[in-house]
């Protein structure tokens, strides 16, 4: 059978929540202050670790990198999310589901090796406190900022463009609320064993490569915390990286169940909700986080209050 033979597909239809006809409504309205917050939250820290000089060490410049990371990959789903979910036609064109998709691979891959980053300038910070200044200087950080950002571009690019190379045959609904590959490549009516096994083998270099880093960065971290002598210096070397400690599991927690589990468990229901917690949940939570739990971030943000209100009084 040759390729002529297959029905073009021009665009896709987004079944997401179709299902809960009557929350449709309620989803939006949900879904649409997480975003607000999202936004709101990530553009404050940006703000803060740009303009208060407090915040101004390499852990703040790669918390920054992070808050902007995080506004592209939830802008990147949600805005269509909304949009579908109050449209009677829930479409995406077939080009804005390869953007879609490819700037989903590209954020995702950089949110792994950024949080590796992170892990590493934790690591240096606690182990190695002496040299920190001369590990992390910021030409160093921008170098390793660039290399996660940079990471993730052959990932978007090669896996997009290969997915999409393959006919469709005619069938375009997509059980999903936005364009990952697992559902795309289900509406593909050729074999697709060889992608299947670079798209394995990519994920598993892409994310468990920069969560191998982090794992064995927390295991030096804890045993140079364990030989601290006093709790309070535990404790405070150890509040240094718990904020990042809970991001990275949420994040690693929630993909690793999505895109790790056995073909025979698999359930497009369980992928919608798990797909929501590192997409729309965790994007949110990070701001509130780091600034619940860091005392040089609420520091920051009691002083630009301060700021602003002598500024409305003057």
């Given amino acids: 059978m040759t390729w002529a033979n297959y029905s073009d597909v021009t665009e896709f239809i987004l079944l997401g929540f179709s299902d809960l006809l009557q929350l449709q409504i309620l989803l939006f309205m949900i879904f649409l202050i997480m975003y607000i917050i999202t936004l709101l939250g990530n553009l404050l820290i940006i703000l803060l670790t740009t303009t208060d000089p407090a915040l101004q060490s390499p852990m703040y410049f790669f918390l920054r990198n992070l808050s902007f990371l995080e506004i592209c990959f939830t802008s990147v789903i949600v805005p269509k999310m909304l949009v579908n979910l109050i449209s009677e036609k829930k479409a995406i064109s077939f080009p804005g589901c390869v953007i879609q998709m490819c700037f989903f691979f590209f954020f995702g891959s950089t949110e792994c090796f950024l949080l590796a980053m992170m892990a590493y300038d934790r690591y240096v910070a606690i182990c190695d406190p002496l040299h920190y200044s001369m590990t992390m200087k910021k030409r160093i950080c921008i170098q390793l900022a660039l290399f996660s950002w940079f990471s993730g571009i052959p990932v978007g690019i090669v896996q997009t463009a290969w997915l999409f190379s393959f006919p469709f045959c005619g069938l375009n609904k997509v059980n999903h609320f936005f364009c990952d590959s697992p559902p795309v490549l289900k509406l593909v009516c050729v074999d697709t064993y060889l992608f299947e096994m670079y798209a394995i083998t990519g994920t598993i270099l892409i994310v468990l490569s920069p969560f191998l880093l982090i794992l064995v960065s927390y295991v030096r971290i804890i045993t140079t915390i364990l030989r601290i002598p006093s709790a309070a210096g535990r404790h405070k070397a150890f509040s240094t990286c718990s904020s990042h400690l809970i991001v990275v599991t949420l994040f690693y927690g929630t993909a690793g169940l999505t895109y790790f589990r056995p073909r025979s ?49 003057l």
């Fill in 265 to 313: 468990s698999y359930s497009p229901d369980t992928k919608k909700l798990l797909s929501l917690s590192y997409t729309v949940f965790t994007p949110m939570l990070n701001p509130i986080i780091y600034s619940l739990r860091n005392k040089e971030v609420k520091g920051a943000m009691r002083r630009l209050l301060s700021r602003k209100t002598l500024q409305l009084k």
